[in-house]
Protein backbone atom coordinates (compact mmCIF):
# COMPACT_ATOMS: atom_id res chain seq x y z
CA UNK A 1 0.00 0.00 0.00
CA UNK A 2 1.41 3.14 -1.19
CA UNK A 3 0.42 6.73 0.73
CA UNK A 4 -0.21 8.95 -2.07
CA UNK A 5 -0.50 13.25 -1.95
CA UNK A 6 -3.47 14.86 -1.78
CA UNK A 7 -3.25 16.15 -5.77
CA UNK A 8 -1.91 12.52 -6.87
CA UNK A 9 -5.52 11.32 -5.15
CA UNK A 10 -7.14 14.11 -6.94
CA UNK A 11 -5.53 13.04 -10.31
CA UNK A 12 -6.63 9.67 -9.85
CA UNK A 13 -10.32 10.76 -9.11
CA UNK A 14 -10.28 12.81 -12.24
CA UNK A 15 -8.59 9.91 -14.50
CA UNK A 16 -10.56 7.47 -13.25
CA UNK A 17 -13.89 9.27 -14.17
CA UNK A 18 -12.50 10.28 -17.51
CA UNK A 19 -9.18 9.49 -18.50
CA UNK A 20 -9.77 11.50 -22.24
CA UNK A 21 -8.81 15.14 -20.02
CA UNK A 22 -5.20 16.38 -21.02
CA UNK A 23 -2.21 16.57 -18.27
CA UNK A 24 -2.79 20.62 -19.32
CA UNK A 25 -6.94 20.57 -18.56
CA UNK A 26 -6.14 18.32 -15.70
CA UNK A 27 -3.30 20.26 -14.44
CA UNK A 28 -5.40 24.16 -14.33
CA UNK A 29 -8.13 21.38 -12.13
CA UNK A 30 -5.88 20.42 -9.28
CA UNK A 31 -3.82 24.25 -9.84
CA UNK A 32 -0.28 22.17 -10.37
CA UNK A 33 1.86 23.30 -13.64
CA UNK A 34 1.28 21.06 -16.47
CA UNK A 35 5.27 19.83 -16.10
CA UNK A 36 4.17 19.07 -12.80
CA UNK A 37 1.25 17.61 -13.26
CA UNK A 38 2.69 15.21 -15.95
CA UNK A 39 5.27 14.03 -13.93
CA UNK A 40 3.11 12.75 -11.09
CA UNK A 41 0.62 11.20 -13.50
CA UNK A 42 3.77 9.51 -14.79
CA UNK A 43 4.52 8.55 -11.14
CA UNK A 44 1.20 7.33 -10.92
CA UNK A 45 1.52 4.82 -13.82
CA UNK A 46 5.10 3.69 -12.87
CA UNK A 47 4.15 2.94 -9.89
CA UNK A 48 0.90 0.84 -11.98
CA UNK A 49 -1.19 2.61 -9.26
CA UNK A 50 -2.59 3.64 -12.74
CA UNK A 51 -2.81 0.48 -14.72
CA UNK A 52 -4.39 1.19 -17.90
CA UNK A 53 -6.61 3.30 -20.19
CA UNK A 54 -9.40 2.03 -21.28
CA UNK A 55 -12.91 2.42 -22.66
CA UNK A 56 -16.49 0.78 -21.78
CA UNK A 57 -17.90 -0.32 -24.51
CA UNK A 58 -20.94 -2.00 -24.84
CA UNK A 59 -20.79 -4.62 -27.26
CA UNK A 60 -23.72 -5.94 -27.50
CA UNK A 61 -24.77 -3.13 -29.88
CA UNK A 62 -22.13 -3.95 -32.66
CA UNK A 63 -23.64 -6.35 -34.68
CA UNK A 64 -21.18 -9.71 -35.17
CA UNK A 65 -20.06 -8.71 -31.49
CA UNK A 66 -22.60 -9.97 -29.12
CA UNK A 67 -20.59 -12.60 -27.60
CA UNK A 68 -21.09 -14.30 -24.32
CA UNK A 69 -19.79 -13.47 -20.57
CA UNK A 70 -19.99 -16.04 -17.44
CA UNK A 71 -18.72 -15.89 -14.48
CA UNK A 72 -17.40 -19.30 -12.96
CA UNK A 73 -16.97 -19.72 -9.38
CA UNK A 74 -14.43 -22.13 -8.47
CA UNK A 75 -13.28 -24.20 -5.59
CA UNK A 76 -9.79 -24.76 -5.65
CA UNK A 77 -7.15 -26.79 -3.47
CA UNK A 78 -4.85 -24.14 -2.11
CA UNK A 79 -0.88 -25.24 -2.51
CA UNK A 80 1.25 -25.26 0.61
CA UNK A 81 3.71 -22.12 0.04
CA UNK A 82 1.83 -20.47 -2.23
CA UNK A 83 -1.73 -20.21 -1.42
CA UNK A 84 -4.30 -19.38 -4.43
CA UNK A 85 -1.68 -17.17 -5.91
CA UNK A 86 0.14 -20.07 -8.34
CA UNK A 87 -3.51 -21.27 -9.59
CA UNK A 88 -4.97 -18.42 -10.01
CA UNK A 89 -2.36 -17.30 -11.83
CA UNK A 90 -2.59 -20.30 -14.30
CA UNK A 91 -6.10 -18.86 -14.32
CA UNK A 92 -5.83 -15.72 -15.88
CA UNK A 93 -3.12 -16.22 -18.73
CA UNK A 94 -6.02 -17.79 -20.72
CA UNK A 95 -6.75 -14.64 -22.68
CA UNK A 96 -10.25 -15.72 -22.62
CA UNK A 97 -10.23 -14.64 -18.66
CA UNK A 98 -11.03 -11.22 -18.51
CA UNK A 99 -11.02 -10.95 -14.09
CA UNK A 100 -10.11 -13.50 -11.45
CA UNK A 101 -10.58 -12.72 -7.75
CA UNK A 102 -10.11 -14.15 -4.97
CA UNK A 103 -13.14 -14.54 -2.77
CA UNK A 104 -14.15 -15.31 0.37
CA UNK A 105 -17.21 -17.83 1.28
CA UNK A 106 -18.76 -20.59 -0.52
CA UNK A 107 -15.79 -20.91 -3.33
CA UNK A 108 -12.45 -19.48 -3.73
CA UNK A 109 -12.17 -18.08 -7.07
CA UNK A 110 -14.57 -15.97 -9.09
CA UNK A 111 -13.22 -16.26 -12.90
CA UNK A 112 -14.82 -14.12 -15.46
CA UNK A 113 -14.81 -15.41 -19.25
CA UNK A 114 -15.50 -13.89 -22.31
CA UNK A 115 -16.21 -15.84 -25.79
CA UNK A 116 -18.05 -15.78 -28.80
CA UNK A 117 -20.67 -18.72 -27.83
CA UNK A 118 -21.79 -20.77 -25.05
CA UNK A 119 -20.47 -23.79 -26.71
CA UNK A 120 -16.74 -21.31 -26.67
CA UNK A 121 -17.28 -21.02 -22.90
CA UNK A 122 -18.60 -24.53 -22.35
CA UNK A 123 -15.20 -26.37 -23.86
CA UNK A 124 -13.39 -23.37 -22.07
CA UNK A 125 -14.32 -24.75 -18.75
CA UNK A 126 -14.47 -28.75 -19.68
CA UNK A 127 -11.39 -28.67 -21.60
CA UNK A 128 -9.09 -25.90 -19.63
CA UNK A 129 -10.46 -25.61 -16.15
CA UNK A 130 -11.68 -27.89 -14.67
CA UNK A 131 -8.84 -30.03 -16.00
CA UNK A 132 -6.36 -28.23 -14.05
CA UNK A 133 -4.68 -30.30 -10.57
CA UNK A 134 -6.14 -27.66 -8.02
CA UNK A 135 -9.76 -27.19 -9.50
CA UNK A 136 -11.68 -29.32 -7.41
CA UNK A 137 -15.07 -27.99 -9.13
CA UNK A 138 -16.55 -25.18 -11.17
CA UNK A 139 -20.48 -23.14 -10.85
CA UNK A 140 -21.18 -21.68 -14.46
CA UNK A 141 -23.30 -18.69 -14.58
CA UNK A 142 -24.12 -16.75 -17.66
CA UNK A 143 -24.50 -12.83 -18.23
CA UNK A 144 -28.13 -11.93 -19.55
CA UNK A 145 -27.81 -8.52 -19.49
CA UNK A 146 -25.29 -5.85 -19.11
CA UNK A 147 -27.12 -3.26 -17.33
CA UNK A 148 -24.26 -1.28 -15.00
CA UNK A 149 -20.77 -2.42 -15.41
CA UNK A 150 -17.73 -0.42 -13.48
CA UNK A 151 -20.30 2.17 -12.25
CA UNK A 152 -21.36 2.61 -15.64
CA UNK A 153 -25.20 2.06 -16.46
CA UNK A 154 -25.21 1.03 -19.86
CA UNK A 155 -28.58 2.18 -21.24
CA UNK A 156 -29.21 5.74 -19.57
CA UNK A 157 -27.50 8.55 -21.35
CA UNK A 158 -26.58 11.81 -19.29
CA UNK A 159 -29.19 13.73 -20.61
CA UNK A 160 -29.30 17.08 -19.06
CA UNK A 161 -33.01 17.47 -17.72
CA UNK A 162 -32.44 21.45 -16.67
CA UNK A 163 -33.81 24.00 -18.35
CA UNK A 164 -31.28 26.06 -20.74
CA UNK A 165 -30.97 29.47 -18.37
CA UNK A 166 -32.53 29.67 -14.55
CA UNK A 167 -31.62 32.29 -11.84
CA UNK B 1 -61.09 46.42 -26.67
CA UNK B 2 -61.61 46.30 -22.48
CA UNK B 3 -57.98 46.20 -21.18
CA UNK B 4 -57.82 44.01 -18.11
CA UNK B 5 -55.10 46.68 -16.77
CA UNK B 6 -56.70 48.34 -14.17
CA UNK B 7 -57.32 44.64 -12.22
CA UNK B 8 -53.53 44.71 -11.59
CA UNK B 9 -52.46 45.78 -8.72
CA UNK B 10 -49.75 49.06 -9.02
CA UNK B 11 -47.36 47.30 -7.28
CA UNK B 12 -47.43 44.37 -9.07
CA UNK B 13 -47.84 45.80 -12.52
CA UNK B 14 -44.64 48.19 -11.45
CA UNK B 15 -42.44 45.36 -10.85
CA UNK B 16 -39.79 43.91 -13.92
CA UNK B 17 -40.21 40.53 -15.10
CA UNK B 18 -36.99 38.92 -14.43
CA UNK B 19 -34.42 39.92 -17.52
CA UNK B 20 -33.39 36.12 -17.64
CA UNK B 21 -36.28 35.02 -19.10
CA UNK B 22 -35.29 36.62 -22.28
CA UNK B 23 -32.06 34.68 -22.67
CA UNK B 24 -34.21 31.74 -21.69
CA UNK B 25 -36.69 32.96 -24.68
CA UNK B 26 -33.58 32.93 -27.12
CA UNK B 27 -31.58 30.03 -26.35
CA UNK B 28 -34.45 27.49 -25.63
CA UNK B 29 -35.03 27.68 -29.52
CA UNK B 30 -31.73 26.81 -30.33
CA UNK B 31 -29.70 23.85 -30.92
CA UNK B 32 -26.60 22.86 -29.86
CA UNK B 33 -26.30 25.53 -27.50
CA UNK B 34 -23.70 25.08 -24.46
CA UNK B 35 -25.43 26.07 -21.52
CA UNK B 36 -23.80 28.12 -18.96
CA UNK B 37 -26.80 29.95 -18.04
CA UNK B 38 -28.14 27.34 -15.67
CA UNK B 39 -28.26 28.26 -11.69
CA UNK B 40 -28.42 24.78 -10.70
CA UNK B 41 -26.09 21.52 -9.66
CA UNK B 42 -25.75 19.15 -12.83
CA UNK B 43 -25.84 16.60 -10.37
CA UNK B 44 -28.86 14.58 -10.04
CA UNK B 45 -30.47 14.16 -6.30
CA UNK B 46 -28.46 11.12 -4.96
CA UNK B 47 -30.56 7.74 -5.34
CA UNK B 48 -30.97 7.07 -2.02
CA UNK B 49 -32.87 10.35 -1.38
CA UNK B 50 -35.22 9.93 -4.16
CA UNK B 51 -35.74 6.22 -2.97
CA UNK B 52 -36.39 7.36 0.63
CA UNK B 53 -38.98 10.23 -1.18
CA UNK B 54 -40.70 7.24 -2.61
CA UNK B 55 -40.77 4.96 0.03
CA UNK B 56 -42.71 7.66 2.16
CA UNK B 57 -45.24 7.41 -0.44
CA UNK B 58 -45.57 3.98 -0.86
CA UNK B 59 -46.03 3.83 2.91
CA UNK B 60 -48.72 6.72 2.67
CA UNK B 61 -47.35 9.54 4.38
CA UNK B 62 -49.19 12.10 2.08
CA UNK B 63 -50.98 14.22 4.37
CA UNK B 64 -49.80 17.90 6.38
CA UNK B 65 -47.32 18.05 7.96
CA UNK B 66 -46.78 20.46 11.05
CA UNK B 67 -46.54 23.95 9.64
CA UNK B 68 -43.14 24.50 9.97
CA UNK B 69 -41.87 21.30 8.79
CA UNK B 70 -41.58 17.49 10.23
CA UNK B 71 -39.97 17.23 13.64
CA UNK B 72 -37.57 15.11 12.78
CA UNK B 73 -36.84 16.70 9.95
CA UNK B 74 -36.20 20.29 12.03
CA UNK B 75 -33.96 17.76 14.42
CA UNK B 76 -31.73 17.04 12.08
CA UNK B 77 -31.22 20.63 10.80
CA UNK B 78 -30.52 21.46 14.44
CA UNK B 79 -28.19 18.72 14.55
CA UNK B 80 -26.70 19.60 10.67
CA UNK B 81 -26.09 23.68 11.78
CA UNK B 82 -24.51 22.72 14.97
CA UNK B 83 -22.25 20.27 13.89
CA UNK B 84 -21.13 21.93 10.36
CA UNK B 85 -21.44 25.64 11.14
CA UNK B 86 -21.50 25.85 15.32
CA UNK B 87 -25.15 27.13 15.24
CA UNK B 88 -27.77 26.94 17.66
CA UNK B 89 -31.33 26.45 16.66
CA UNK B 90 -34.32 25.09 18.86
CA UNK B 91 -36.24 22.61 16.45
CA UNK B 92 -38.94 23.31 18.66
CA UNK B 93 -39.42 27.23 17.93
CA UNK B 94 -36.45 28.43 16.32
CA UNK B 95 -36.14 26.46 12.81
CA UNK B 96 -39.60 26.70 9.94
CA UNK B 97 -39.31 24.19 6.40
CA UNK B 98 -40.15 26.33 3.64
CA UNK B 99 -40.70 25.87 0.00
CA UNK B 100 -37.47 26.70 -1.03
CA UNK B 101 -34.94 29.06 0.12
CA UNK B 102 -37.05 31.70 -2.13
CA UNK B 103 -40.37 31.21 0.34
CA UNK B 104 -37.68 31.44 3.42
CA UNK B 105 -37.30 34.99 1.71
CA UNK B 106 -40.49 36.01 1.13
CA UNK B 107 -41.57 35.33 4.90
CA UNK B 108 -38.96 37.05 6.33
CA UNK B 109 -39.21 40.13 4.54
CA UNK B 110 -43.01 40.01 5.07
CA UNK B 111 -42.73 39.60 8.72
CA UNK B 112 -40.19 42.12 9.60
CA UNK B 113 -40.92 44.98 7.27
CA UNK B 114 -43.77 47.83 7.60
CA UNK B 115 -44.30 50.09 4.23
CA UNK B 116 -41.72 52.16 3.98
CA UNK B 117 -39.04 50.70 5.68
CA UNK B 118 -36.16 50.24 3.88
CA UNK B 119 -33.83 46.87 3.16
CA UNK B 120 -30.03 47.39 1.86
CA UNK B 121 -29.53 44.90 -0.97
CA UNK B 122 -25.70 44.20 -1.65
CA UNK B 123 -25.70 44.24 -5.49
CA UNK B 124 -25.15 42.14 -7.70
CA UNK B 125 -26.93 39.49 -6.16
CA UNK B 126 -29.50 36.80 -7.15
CA UNK B 127 -32.58 38.25 -8.82
CA UNK B 128 -35.28 38.34 -6.42
CA UNK B 129 -34.53 40.29 -3.09
CA UNK B 130 -35.65 44.03 -4.41
CA UNK B 131 -38.82 42.40 -5.60
CA UNK B 132 -39.85 40.83 -2.88
CA UNK B 133 -38.72 43.48 -0.71
CA UNK B 134 -41.11 45.39 -2.82
CA UNK B 135 -43.75 42.97 -2.28
CA UNK B 136 -43.83 43.04 0.97
CA UNK B 137 -44.32 46.91 1.17
CA UNK B 138 -40.55 47.91 2.23
CA UNK B 139 -38.21 50.19 0.17
CA UNK B 140 -34.88 48.26 -2.21
CA UNK B 141 -31.66 50.27 -1.76
CA UNK B 142 -28.96 48.64 -3.64
CA UNK B 143 -25.40 49.50 -2.75
CA UNK B 144 -22.85 48.36 -5.35
CA UNK B 145 -20.02 46.69 -4.57
CA UNK B 146 -17.25 46.30 -7.27
CA UNK B 147 -15.45 43.87 -9.96
CA UNK B 148 -11.70 45.07 -8.81
CA UNK B 149 -12.80 44.47 -5.35
CA UNK B 150 -13.45 40.96 -6.47
CA UNK B 151 -17.43 41.75 -5.31
CA UNK B 152 -16.48 42.72 -1.51
CA UNK B 153 -18.70 44.56 0.60
CA UNK B 154 -17.34 48.12 1.89
CA UNK B 155 -18.26 48.72 5.32
CA UNK B 156 -18.43 52.56 4.64
CA UNK B 157 -20.18 51.96 1.81
CA UNK B 158 -23.28 50.40 3.88
CA UNK B 159 -23.26 53.31 6.22
CA UNK B 160 -23.87 55.54 3.56
CA UNK B 161 -27.00 54.11 2.24
CA UNK B 162 -28.32 53.78 6.10
CA UNK B 163 -31.29 56.32 7.22
CA UNK B 164 -33.48 56.03 9.69
CA UNK B 165 -35.83 54.22 7.78
CA UNK B 166 -33.11 51.83 7.24
CA UNK B 167 -34.74 48.26 8.68
CA UNK B 168 -32.67 45.21 7.73
CA UNK B 169 -29.43 44.26 5.23
CA UNK B 170 -29.72 41.10 2.92
CA UNK B 171 -26.21 39.40 2.14
CA UNK B 172 -25.64 36.49 0.59
CA UNK B 173 -22.36 34.26 0.88
CA UNK B 174 -21.73 32.18 -0.73
CA UNK B 175 -22.70 34.45 -3.48
CA UNK B 176 -24.58 33.91 -6.87
CA UNK B 177 -23.77 35.63 -9.34
CA UNK B 178 -20.23 36.58 -8.58
CA UNK B 179 -19.34 33.57 -6.06
CA UNK B 180 -17.71 35.65 -3.64
CA UNK B 181 -17.47 34.26 -0.17
CA UNK B 182 -17.06 37.26 2.53
CA UNK B 183 -14.58 35.96 5.41
CA UNK B 184 -15.10 36.18 8.62
CA UNK B 185 -13.17 39.71 9.56
CA UNK B 186 -15.72 40.81 6.62
CA UNK B 187 -18.52 39.06 8.63
CA UNK B 188 -17.58 40.98 11.74
CA UNK B 189 -17.75 44.55 9.75
CA UNK B 190 -21.27 44.10 8.95
CA UNK B 191 -22.21 42.73 12.71
CA UNK B 192 -20.44 46.02 13.98
CA UNK B 193 -22.37 48.23 11.57
CA UNK B 194 -25.46 45.95 12.38
CA UNK B 195 -25.25 46.56 16.59
CA UNK B 196 -24.43 50.14 15.59
CA UNK B 197 -27.37 51.15 13.45
CA UNK B 198 -29.83 48.29 14.93
CA UNK B 199 -30.24 46.45 11.79
CA UNK B 200 -31.89 43.22 11.22
CA UNK B 201 -29.37 41.09 8.73
CA UNK B 202 -31.32 38.45 6.75
CA UNK B 203 -28.61 35.82 5.47
CA UNK B 204 -28.86 33.96 2.42
CA UNK B 205 -26.46 30.81 2.72
CA UNK B 206 -28.25 28.85 0.50
CA UNK B 207 -24.52 28.00 -1.06
CA UNK B 208 -22.89 27.56 2.09
CA UNK B 209 -21.65 24.04 1.05
CA UNK B 210 -20.09 25.11 -1.55
CA UNK B 211 -16.96 26.64 -0.74
CA UNK B 212 -13.67 25.73 -1.84
CA UNK B 213 -10.55 27.81 -0.31
CA UNK B 214 -11.29 29.14 3.16
CA UNK B 215 -13.30 27.58 6.06
CA UNK B 216 -16.66 28.99 6.32
CA UNK B 217 -18.31 31.11 8.52
CA UNK B 218 -21.63 31.32 9.36
CA UNK B 219 -23.28 34.54 10.21
CA UNK B 220 -25.35 34.00 12.95
CA UNK B 221 -22.42 32.10 14.49
CA UNK B 222 -20.45 35.93 15.05
CA UNK B 223 -20.83 37.24 18.79
CA UNK B 224 -24.41 39.27 19.33
CA UNK B 225 -25.55 38.14 15.53
CA UNK B 226 -28.06 34.99 16.63
CA UNK B 227 -30.53 37.50 17.56
CA UNK B 228 -30.89 39.74 15.41
CA UNK B 229 -30.62 37.19 12.16
CA UNK B 230 -32.80 35.14 9.97
CA UNK B 231 -30.81 32.61 8.42
CA UNK B 232 -32.07 31.11 4.90
CA UNK B 233 -31.06 28.35 3.49
CA UNK B 234 -31.93 25.22 1.95
CA UNK B 235 -31.32 21.79 0.32
CA UNK B 236 -31.42 22.69 -3.15
CA UNK B 237 -27.23 23.62 -3.89
CA UNK B 238 -25.58 22.05 -1.77
CA UNK B 239 -27.85 18.12 -2.09
CA UNK B 240 -28.71 18.53 -5.98
CA UNK B 241 -32.14 19.14 -4.49
CA UNK B 242 -33.42 22.38 -6.80
CA UNK B 243 -36.93 20.48 -8.09
CA UNK B 244 -37.57 19.59 -4.32
CA UNK B 245 -38.40 23.31 -3.71
CA UNK B 246 -37.38 22.38 -0.34
CA UNK B 247 -35.53 25.08 2.15
CA UNK B 248 -35.93 26.54 6.11
CA UNK B 249 -35.67 29.57 8.14
CA UNK B 250 -34.36 29.61 11.33
CA UNK B 251 -34.30 32.86 13.68
CA UNK B 252 -34.55 33.24 17.51
CA UNK B 253 -37.70 31.86 18.67
CA UNK B 254 -39.26 35.40 19.16
CA UNK B 255 -38.73 36.66 15.24
CA UNK B 256 -39.51 32.97 13.99
CA UNK B 257 -42.91 32.15 15.42
CA UNK B 258 -43.72 35.42 13.93
CA UNK B 259 -42.59 33.86 10.62
CA UNK B 260 -44.38 31.01 11.54
CA UNK B 261 -48.40 32.90 11.27
CA UNK B 262 -47.59 34.44 7.56
CA UNK B 263 -46.17 30.68 6.54
CA UNK B 264 -48.94 29.06 8.10
CA UNK B 265 -51.34 30.84 5.94
CA UNK B 266 -49.16 31.08 3.18
CA UNK B 267 -48.50 27.22 2.20
CA UNK B 268 -49.59 25.52 5.32
CA UNK B 269 -46.50 23.48 5.32
CA UNK B 270 -43.77 22.15 2.79
CA UNK B 271 -44.63 19.16 0.43
CA UNK B 272 -44.23 15.94 2.58
CA UNK B 273 -42.78 13.90 0.41
CA UNK B 274 -39.95 16.88 -0.35
CA UNK B 275 -39.34 16.43 3.91
CA UNK B 276 -38.70 13.05 3.68
CA UNK B 277 -36.29 13.27 0.99
CA UNK B 278 -34.69 15.83 3.09
CA UNK B 279 -34.28 14.00 6.10
CA UNK B 280 -32.48 11.06 4.24
CA UNK B 281 -30.40 14.18 2.64
CA UNK B 282 -29.30 15.28 6.23
CA UNK B 283 -29.00 11.76 7.43
CA UNK B 284 -26.89 9.92 4.51
CA UNK B 285 -25.67 12.34 1.88
CA UNK B 286 -22.69 13.99 3.81
CA UNK B 287 -20.34 12.16 1.56
CA UNK B 288 -22.21 12.92 -1.18
CA UNK B 289 -22.16 16.64 -0.99
CA UNK B 290 -18.43 16.21 -0.17
CA UNK B 291 -18.42 14.62 -3.25
CA UNK B 292 -20.05 17.39 -5.07
CA UNK B 293 -18.05 19.83 -3.95
CA UNK B 294 -15.15 18.60 -4.76
CA UNK B 295 -15.92 17.88 -8.52
CA UNK B 296 -17.16 21.73 -8.46
CA UNK B 297 -14.16 22.84 -7.35
CA UNK B 298 -11.83 21.26 -9.75
CA UNK B 299 -14.17 22.60 -12.31
CA UNK B 300 -13.76 26.22 -10.68
CA UNK B 301 -10.24 25.71 -10.82
CA UNK B 302 -10.29 24.49 -14.46
CA UNK B 303 -12.81 27.24 -15.56
CA UNK B 304 -11.61 29.94 -14.03
CA UNK B 305 -7.57 29.65 -15.61
CA UNK B 306 -9.02 29.06 -18.69
CA UNK B 307 -11.28 32.17 -19.07
CA UNK B 308 -8.78 34.40 -17.99
CA UNK B 309 -5.88 32.71 -20.21
CA UNK B 310 -8.53 33.36 -23.25
CA UNK B 311 -8.68 37.04 -22.20
CA UNK B 312 -12.10 37.39 -19.52
CA UNK B 313 -10.85 38.60 -16.36
CA UNK B 314 -12.61 36.75 -13.30
CA UNK B 315 -11.74 36.65 -9.89
CA UNK B 316 -10.98 33.58 -8.42
CA UNK B 317 -14.71 32.96 -6.86
CA UNK B 318 -13.98 30.69 -3.70
CA UNK B 319 -18.11 29.64 -3.75
CA UNK B 320 -21.17 28.67 -5.44
CA UNK B 321 -20.64 27.64 -9.20
CA UNK B 322 -20.60 30.71 -10.83
CA UNK B 323 -17.24 32.69 -12.34
CA UNK B 324 -18.44 35.97 -12.87
CA UNK B 325 -15.79 37.84 -15.26
CA UNK B 326 -15.74 41.18 -16.88
CA UNK B 327 -16.36 42.20 -20.64
CA UNK B 328 -15.92 45.38 -19.82
CA UNK B 329 -12.74 45.67 -22.29
CA UNK B 330 -14.60 44.25 -25.40
CA UNK B 331 -16.77 48.18 -25.26
CA UNK B 332 -20.22 46.02 -25.44
CA UNK B 333 -22.55 46.03 -23.13
CA UNK B 334 -23.15 42.66 -21.05
CA UNK B 335 -26.70 42.13 -22.76
CA UNK B 336 -24.98 42.66 -26.31
CA UNK B 337 -22.04 40.03 -25.11
CA UNK B 338 -24.45 37.53 -24.27
CA UNK B 339 -26.51 37.73 -26.98
CA UNK B 340 -23.74 38.03 -29.52
CA UNK B 341 -22.26 35.32 -27.95
CA UNK B 342 -25.43 33.15 -27.90
CA UNK B 343 -26.31 33.74 -31.62
CA UNK B 344 -22.25 33.51 -32.66
CA UNK B 345 -20.74 30.43 -30.82
CA UNK B 346 -24.08 29.32 -29.32
CA UNK B 347 -23.13 29.79 -25.43
CA UNK B 348 -25.48 30.73 -23.20
CA UNK B 349 -24.91 33.06 -20.12
CA UNK B 350 -26.62 35.61 -18.54
CA UNK B 351 -25.78 39.31 -18.63
CA UNK B 352 -24.34 40.81 -15.31
CA UNK B 353 -26.74 43.79 -15.36
CA UNK B 354 -29.96 41.22 -14.66
CA UNK B 355 -28.26 41.07 -10.56
CA UNK B 356 -28.13 44.56 -10.54
CA UNK B 357 -26.49 47.57 -12.07
CA UNK B 358 -23.38 46.89 -10.89
CA UNK B 359 -23.55 43.98 -12.78
CA UNK B 360 -22.60 45.80 -15.96
CA UNK B 361 -20.09 44.92 -17.37
CA UNK B 362 -20.13 41.42 -16.24
CA UNK B 363 -21.65 37.89 -17.25
CA UNK B 364 -22.46 35.38 -15.22
CA UNK B 365 -21.48 31.73 -16.44
CA UNK B 366 -22.17 28.85 -14.60
CA UNK B 367 -19.36 26.03 -13.92
CA UNK B 368 -21.80 23.20 -12.86
CA UNK B 369 -21.77 21.59 -16.29
CA UNK B 370 -19.50 18.40 -17.69
CA UNK B 371 -15.86 19.15 -18.11
CA UNK B 372 -16.96 18.43 -22.22
CA UNK B 373 -19.27 21.22 -21.87
CA UNK B 374 -16.71 23.17 -20.55
CA UNK B 375 -14.12 23.06 -22.40
CA UNK B 376 -15.90 23.10 -25.43
CA UNK B 377 -17.30 26.54 -24.39
CA UNK B 378 -14.17 27.82 -23.53
CA UNK B 379 -13.08 27.15 -27.44
CA UNK B 380 -15.89 28.88 -28.47
CA UNK B 381 -15.45 32.13 -26.07
CA UNK B 382 -12.09 32.20 -27.43
CA UNK B 383 -12.86 32.59 -30.72
CA UNK B 384 -15.73 34.44 -30.29
CA UNK B 385 -13.08 37.28 -28.67
CA UNK B 386 -11.04 36.79 -31.11
CA UNK B 387 -13.88 37.45 -34.16
CA UNK B 388 -14.80 40.81 -32.77
Known amino acids: ?167 | MKTTNHYISDTVRRLKPSGIRKFFDLAANMDGVISLGVGEPDFVTPWNVREASILSLEQGYTAYTANQGLFELRCEISRYLNKRFQLHYDPEKEILVTVGASQALDIAFRTILNPGDEVLIIEPCFVSYSSLVTLAGGVPISVSTKGDNGFKINPFDIKNYITHKTKAIIICTPSNPTGTVLSKQELIQIANIAEEFDLMVIVDEIYAELTYDEPFTSFPSLSKMRERSILISGFSKGFAMTGWRLGYVVSDHSILQEMLKVHQYTVMCAPTMAQYAALEALKNCMEDVEYMRKSYRRRRNYFVKSLNEVGLICHNPGGAFYAFPSIKHTGMSSEEFAEKLLLQEKVAVVPGNVFGKSGEGYIRCSYASSMEHLQEAIKRIERFLQSI
Open chain 1, 1 to 167: MMKLTEKETEILEILEKDSRLSAETISKMVDLSVEETESLIKGLEDRRIIVDYTTTIDWKKVDGHEGVTAMIDVKVTPKRGVGFNEIAERIYRFHEVKSVYLMSGAYDLSVIIEGRTMSDIAHFVSEKLSTLDSVISTTTHFILKKYKHDGKIFDQGDEDKRMVVSP
